[in-house]
């Protein structure tokens, strides 16, 4: 079993930032991969961004140049960064670990977050 906690989110104008963190616990195995996902009101959950135990990073695209993706395996937590946020970018954030190389195919993710709000007013 693995344990998510998302914290970090909030409200900020177009333009701002905010780094998210999930703090995971338990079955260390089942944490080779890490990722954030998204899901707006009306809409499918959604990849965000993966990083694997050896450092492997996926990026989606909407991501790529605004948000970095970091772990910390000695303190079994990870962070986004999140710059030049877009009203866009609102949605609660999730947090998710697999025991495989998952990047960013979300079925393959066995344990979930129960998420952070992220609003970005523009």
């Known amino acids: 079993q693995v344990q998510l906690v998302e914290s970090g989110g909030g409200s900020v104008q177009s333009g701002g930032s905010l780094r998210l963190s999930c703090a995971v616990s338990g079955d260390t195995y089942a944490t080779y991969c890490l990722g954030w996902f998204r899901q707006a009101i009306g809409q499918e959950r959604e990849g965000v961004v993966s990083?694997?135990?050896?450092?492997?990073?996926t990026y989606a695209e909407s991501a790529k140049g605004r948000f970095t993706v970091s772990r910390d395996n000695a303190k079994n937590t990870l962070y986004l960064q999140m710059n030049s946020l877009k009203a866009e970018d609102t949605a609660m954030y999730y947090c998710?670990?697999?025991?495989?190389?998952?990047?960013?195919?979300?079925?393959?993710?066995?344990?979930w977050g129960l998420g952070t709000q992220v609003t970005v007013s523009s």
């Open positions: 990083i694997d135990r050896d450092g492997s990073i």
């Open positions: 998710a670990a697999s025991r495989l190389p998952a990047r960013l195919w979300r079925g393959m993710y066995a344990y």
